[in-house]
């Protein structure tokens, strides 16, 4: 990824944890350590899935990339959907080809490509419709991140191509405040089939610029002390999402809506967007 993870990455006690272990590796919780753990609880999430049919199934397109796949959830729902012909996933963490070329495995038409789409080397496709699954745009959580992805897709996209993604509704940003410093424990079972605790955090500051940081420990013998993990989000709202869309050379076309169902987000309504790329960008971000 282009971006470090910013001031003030942990707290509490992650932060105390690594204050007496500092050479304790602090990880993205999209690297190997924790894949074991999201495997259980994030790839059996569906609930963003019809919102997002419905507005694929409306340009009826050929190409479809699904920007930060993961394991490549969203596309295998559109393939049995019969949306797209032809489907390309794109994700920066390595860990993510491994997971998205055994879900495929044996298809035809389907592909992973290793991008950081903040800072790609090359364009991947011409693509007719992207997608980004559960509420992936958090993942840019800077305004120039959020302008480098929307500069992305608009140059991926063909001429009147569409982008269609989860955003929080407005007051959404709000309710983020009751998640202030939850902790937990629980577990899961490691890639060589050992039961593992892994410890979980989340703390959100609203007058922070909508910082949501969620933080993970694996305690690990044979690594003592073990792996601290980091996913550092902004909660985007709609209307911010939706101007910078529309400075940036998209209109919104159509929304629908998809309410979370995990997570401790359970309960709360996403727009899903669906956006046409129109003219040029006036100012399109420079690729660094
Ligand atoms: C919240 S997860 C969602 C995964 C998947 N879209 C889904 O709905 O199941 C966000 C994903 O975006 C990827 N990601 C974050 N920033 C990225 C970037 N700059 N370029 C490519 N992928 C990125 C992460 O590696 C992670 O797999």
């Known amino acids: 990824m282009s971006e470090p993870w910013g001031d003030e990455p942990l707290f509490g006690p992650f932060l105390a944890i690594q204050r007496q272990f500092p050479d304790i590796p602090l990880l993205s919780y999209y690297d190997a350590d924790f894949f074991a753990y999201s495997r259980e ?5 569906e609930w963003d899935v019809p919102a997002l049919a419905r507005l694929a199934a409306r340009v009826a397109p050929h ?8 394991d490549g959830r969203i596309l295998w729902h559109l393939r049995r959907h019969g949306i797209g012909s032809r489907h390309i996933g794109l994700d920066a963490s390595a860990s993510a080809r491994k997971s998205f070329e055994e879900r495929f495995a044996g298809e035809t038409g389907v592909s992973f490509r290793h991008v950081d789409v903040t800072a790609p080397e090359e364009t991947p496709a011409e693509a007719d419709l992207a997608v980004m699954g559960s509420v992936t745009v ?15 897709l608009h140059h991926m ?14 007051h959404v940003a709000d309710l983020f405040r009751a998640l202030g ?3 937990d424990a629980v577990p ?16 959100f500051r609203l007058e922070h610029d909508h910082d949501l940081r969620q933080n993970y420990f694996i305690q690990y013998d044979d690594r003592f002390p073990g792996v601290l993990g980091l996913v550092r989000e902004r909660v985007w709202t709609t209307s911010e999402v939706v101007a910078e869309a529309t400075a940036r050379g ?10 979370v169902d995990d997570g401790g987000a359970e309960g709360w309504p996403c727009d899903a967007l669906l ?13 660094t």
Not at 63 to 70: A, E, H, I, L, Q
Not at 163 to 170: K, S, T
Not at 188 to 203: A, K, M, N
Not at 250 to 259: G, H, I, N, P, Y
């Open 157 to 170: 996209l063909r001429s009147g191509g569409h982008a269609a993604f989860l955003v929080y509704q407005d």
């Open 138 to 152: 958090n993942s840019f959580r800077t305004r120039e991140q959020l302008a480098g992805l929307l500069g992305f």
């Open 181 to 183: 410093r939850a902790m």
């Open 250 to 259: 998209f209109e919104l076309v159509a929304k629908d809506l998809a309410v």
């Open 63 to 70: 190409t479809v990339v699904d920007v930060g796949c993961s």
């Open 275 to 287: 956006l046409r790329a129109t003219h040029r960008p006036a100012h399109p971000e420079p690729r």
């Open 188 to 203: 899961f079972t490691d890639d060589s089939g050992r039961r593992r605790l892994i410890w979980r955090g989340i703390d």
């Open 41 to 45: 609880a994030a790839w059996p999430q």
